[in-house]
């Protein structure tokens, strides 16, 4: 079993900065691609960004140059850095992992952390 703990959500105004952190823990053998998505109220969850493994990152378009994923693969965990925060920011943050076992390989979600940007 994997298990995620998130941290670092909270309230900023608009043009703020936060940084995410998501650690896993737990037993298994590698962890491949690692994500965060978020998901605001009414809305469904969406897909921000990953990072495979080796370093290749991807983000969606609404937070492209402004957020920046980045892993420390000794410590197993994910950062997200969000820059010029906006209202349309605001949303529970949650961090996904592919995780190999044994005999499979996982995907694993954490907690969730609130993120809310004020006008």
């Known amino acids: 079993q994997v298990r995620l703990v998130e941290s670092g959500g909270g309230l900023v105004q608009a043009g703020g900065s936060l940084r995410l952190s998501c650690a896993a823990s737990?037993?298994?053998?590698?962890?491949?691609?690692m994500k965060w998505y978020r998901q605001a109220p009414g809305k469904q969850r969406e897909w921000v960004a990953g990072m495979t493994y080796s370093g290749d990152t991807t983000y969606a378009d609404s937070v492209k140059g402004r957020f920046t994923i980045s892993r420390d693969n000794a410590k197993n965990t994910v950062y997200l850095q969000m820059n010029s925060l906006k209202p349309e920011d605001t949303a529970v943050y949650y961090c996904?992992?592919?995780?190999?076992?044994?005999?499979?390989?996982?995907?694993?979600w954490g907690q969730g952390t609130q993120v809310t940007v004020s006008e």
């Open positions: 737990g037993s298994f053998l590698e962890i491949n691609a």
């Open positions: 996904n992992v592919d995780v190999r076992h044994w005999d499979d390989w996982r995907s694993y």
